[in-house]
């Protein structure tokens, strides 16, 4: 098997070497989707290193989730899927989740999601909108006890607006995002739960505009969602900081105490 890859020259980044040479193969199409590699031993002589340095390597290009080692069989290169792709960054978001995280992501959503509907409206088929008519109405009988239902309906209504502009890139974006929803939700009902909105008649506004394809009706609807969304995030946020004030001020030693 014939791969363009060659001797590495610099052995201080042999392994990185390998996997950005290997990478670079797989993003420019040299390598495909399902494409079998080179064993292990024709690494080694193509880039003239050792075993042990091909082996890091793969263990990286597999830690990406670029190729898959399938032991007797082979280093197959992986086909990725948008969920391969939005995994990293939602784990980074997730991971980085605070007070400034639930302000920022609604700084990204009022910026984008009132356009997101808009191309909703211009560009939606027949079987988006039966699809969250149906969701809707799962929504709807959603009790309140059972909430984590509600949260995750919440979220992929989001997704499903977001599958209707037929732009595979805005969902691809968006998704890291709405995933924060069930969470940011959560803290609502927790904190600031008399500040909950009206999610169910914000989205059949949404809907009812995206129906009718109109644009500047389905963007104002979903702004107004969107306004509405921060004002309970900013709640929360404020009662967060303010428990954490007073934890500050119990702990603070009393005057005169040294």
């Known amino acids: 098997?014939?791969?363009?890859?060659t001797r590495i020259e610099r052995p201080s980044t042999l392994s990185q070497e390998i996997v950005d040479t290997i990478e670079g193969s797989i993003l420019s199409h040299g390598i495909g989707p399902g494409q079998k590699l080179p064993t292990e031993q024709e690494l080694c002589k193509s880039f003239a290193v050792s075993r042990t340095?091909?082996?890091e390597a793969l263990r990286m290009l597999s830690a990406k989730g670029l190729v898959s080692i399938r032991k007797r069989t082979g280093i197959f290169v992986n086909e990725l899927s948008s969920r391969d792709a939005t995994a990293g960054v939602g784990m980074y978001l997730a991971l980085h989740f605070d007070r400034e995280y639930i302000l920022h992501v609604f700084n990204v959503r009022q910026a984008v999601e009132p356009t997101v509907a808009r191309w909703a409206a211009a560009n939606r088929t027949a079987a988006n909108?039966?699809?969250?008519?149906?969701?809707l109405l799962a929504l709807e009988d959603c009790g309140e006890e059972d909430r984590t239902t509600g949260y995750r309906l919440d979220q992929e209504?989001?997704?499903m607006v977001a599958d209707a502009t037929h732009n595979p890139v805005v969902p691809l974006?968006?998704?890291?995002?709405?995933?924060?929803?069930?969470r940011i939700r959560g803290l609502v009902h927790a904190h600031a739960p008399e500040v909950r909105g009206s999610e169910v008649e914000d989205y059949r506004r949404i809907l009812q505009a995206i129906r009718q394809r109109d644009e500047d009706a389905a963007y104002h609807e979903m702004q107004l969602h969107i306004s509405n969304a921060a004002q309970q995030a900013n709640a929360v946020v404020d009662v967060l900081d303010a428990a954490a004030a007073r934890e500050v001020q119990g702990?603070?030693?009393?005057?005169g105490t040294v």
């Open 1 to 5: 098997m014939s791969m363009p890859f």
């Open 53 to 55: 340095v091909v082996r």
């Open 129 to 135: 909108i039966w699809a969250m008519e149906k969701h």
């Open 157 to 159: 209504f989001h997704q």
């Open 173 to 182: 974006m968006m998704q890291p995002v709405y995933a924060l929803i069930p």
């Open 251 to 255: 702990a603070a030693p009393s005057p």
